[in-house]
C-alpha cells in the first residue's frame, strides 16, 4: 500500500491547521491590545468622572440667563470690580453713558431686572450690590 498520498493530504492540513492557529494567535493578540487600551480609556474616564464630582462642589452656580442687551454683562463686571452697594447714576458713570436723566432711568430699570433674576440684591432704596 502507497502510505504517500495520504502522508501529502497530512501535510496539506497540518499546514492549513498551522496557518489558522498562527492567524488565530495573532488576532488574539491584537484583541488583547485593543481590550488593554479599551481598559485604560475605561479607567480614565472613570477617574476623570470622579475628580469632576469632586469639583463640582466647588463650582459656582450657574448664573440665569441674561436679558440680550450688551449693557447686562458690563454691568456685572462692574459689580465684579468694586464691593459695597452702588446707585444707578454711579452705574452709568462706570459704563461711561452720560449722566442724563433717560440713561440713569434705563440702568435703573436694567439693575431692578437684574434683581428679579435674583443676580442682584438691592440693600435699601436704590442701592445695588452683587448678590453673595
Known amino acids: 500500500m502507497n502510505i504517500q498520498p495520504l502522508l501529502d493530504a497530512l501535510g496539506i492540513q497540518e499546514e492549513a491547521?498551522?496557518?489558522l492557529t498562527n492567524d488565530l494567535r495573532n488576532r488574539?493578540?491584537?484583541l488583547q491590545d485593543?481590550?488593554?487600551e479599551a481598559e485604560t480609556h475605561l479607567?480614565?474616564?472613570?477617574?476623570t468622572r470622579k475628580t469632576a464630582t469632586?469639583?463640582?462642589d466647588?463650582?459656582?452656580a450657574a448664573s440665569p440667563d441674561l436679558p440680550e442687551h450688551p449693557d447686562y454683562?458690563?454691568?456685572l463686571a462692574v459689580f465684579n470690580e468694586i464691593t459695597g452697594p452702588r446707585r444707578?447714576?454711579?452705574i452709568c458713570e462706570a459704563l461711561d453713558h452720560e449722566l442724563l436723566p433717560k440713561n440713569i432711568e434705563g440702568i435703573r430699570a436694567k439693575l431692578k431686572r437684574l434683581v428679579k433674576l435674583d443676580i442682584l440684591t438691592e440693600a435699601d432704596t436704590g442701592n445695588f450690590t452683587k448678590k453673595q
Open 58 to 60: 466647588r463650582l459656582p
Open 73 to 75: 454683562p458690563r454691568i
Open 43 to 47: 479607567e480614565h474616564l472613570a477617574i
Open 34 to 36: 485593543r481590550l488593554r
Open 54 to 56: 469632586a469639583l463640582a
Open 88 to 90: 444707578a447714576r454711579h
Open 28 to 30: 488574539i493578540g491584537e
Open 17 to 19: 491547521a498551522r496557518a
